[in-house]
């Protein structure tokens, strides 16, 4: 059964999963301005145009094309769907896949299934890309992930749970920082938030949305945490 209340915390597994938790954000707050997290950066903004992809297509619209761009920002071109379901989707989008990705790192089975699922993910968006930034991201994480799985089934280099995981907290932390960058303190008057502002009945402006976004984000970020210490107890 898990062991909701985490008492006699923590247990082997437990610690390694706080330390590398605590080690790679460290590493990424290290290397935040280097060009080295570039590509992760990269597949943060992937994930956040591939939410509102999704978003689309479940509200029964058509998505025309995806770009990612170089300086760290996306497009998704979208015809139909919900409007007010769609924008939101982006932040809060990647924020939850975030989420997952920590989450399935706690088990081989469950990373397996997250990196297939990813590697698919991105062969989709592949076919959707509109600029070649997006393709060669596509490209490039497709053969690196696919590397990493050969690796953990054909020698002794088992890291592919630390990958997925590094990519779920990269994904967190940089979806955090972007809604508040974006949405927040520059307040960027084409954003998501204010765009959702704009159609949405409730008295909130953009600066709102974008704090109760963030919090959000916050807090799938904090459920990570907390409901992966709780399956490693199990």
């Known amino acids: 059964m898990p062991n909701w209340e985490l008492r006699n915390c923590c247990d082997h597994d437990q610690k390694v999963f706080i330390a590398c938790v605590a080690a790679f954000t460290v590493v990424i707050l290290v290397l935040w301005r280097t060009f080295l997290l570039t590509p992760f950066k990269l597949i943060t903004v992937f994930l956040h145009e591939a939410s509102h992809?999704?978003?689309?297509?479940?509200?029964?619209?058509?998505?025309?094309?995806?770009?990612?761009?170089?300086?760290?920002?996306?497009?998704?071109?979208?015809?139909?769907?919900?409007?007010?379901?769609?924008?939101?989707?982006?932040?809060?989008?990647?924020?939850?896949?975030?989420?997952?990705?920590?989450?399935?790192?706690?088990?081989?089975?469950?990373?397996?299934?997250?990196?297939?699922?990813?590697?698919?993910?991105?062969?989709?968006?592949?076919?959707?890309?509109?600029?070649?930034?997006?393709?060669?991201?596509?490209?490039?994480?497709?053969?690196?992930?696919?590397?990493?799985?050969?690796?953990?089934?054909?020698?002794?280099?088992?890291?592919?749970?630390?990958?997925?995981?590094?990519?779920?907290?990269?994904?967190?932390?940089?979806?955090?920082?972007?809604?508040y960058d974006d949405l927040i303190s520059r307040r960027v008057h084409s954003s998501d938030a204010e765009k959702f502002a704009e159609v949405c009945p409730c008295p909130c402006n953009g600066f709102g949305w974008g704090v109760i976004w963030g919090m959000i984000s916050f807090a799938f970020l904090c459920a990570s945490l907390y409901l992966g210490l709780v399956i490693l107890s199990g």
């Open 53 to 179: 992809a999704i978003a689309c297509w479940l509200t029964c619209g058509k998505v025309e094309g995806i770009q990612v761009h170089a300086n760290e920002g996306g497009v998704t071109q979208t015809r139909g769907g919900i409007y007010w379901v769609i924008l939101p989707a982006g932040y809060l989008g990647s924020s939850f896949w975030g989420m997952a990705l920590i989450l399935a790192s706690t088990n081989l089975l469950t990373a397996k299934i997250a990196a297939g699922c990813f590697i698919a993910a991105l062969i989709v968006v592949l076919f959707l890309a509109k600029n070649w930034t997006l393709r060669g991201l596509c490209i490039g994480f497709i053969v690196f992930i696919a590397v990493i799985w050969l690796l953990q089934e054909k020698t002794t280099v088992h890291v592919l749970r630390y990958v997925i995981l590094f990519i779920g907290v990269m994904n967190s932390l940089f979806s955090v920082y972007d809604i």
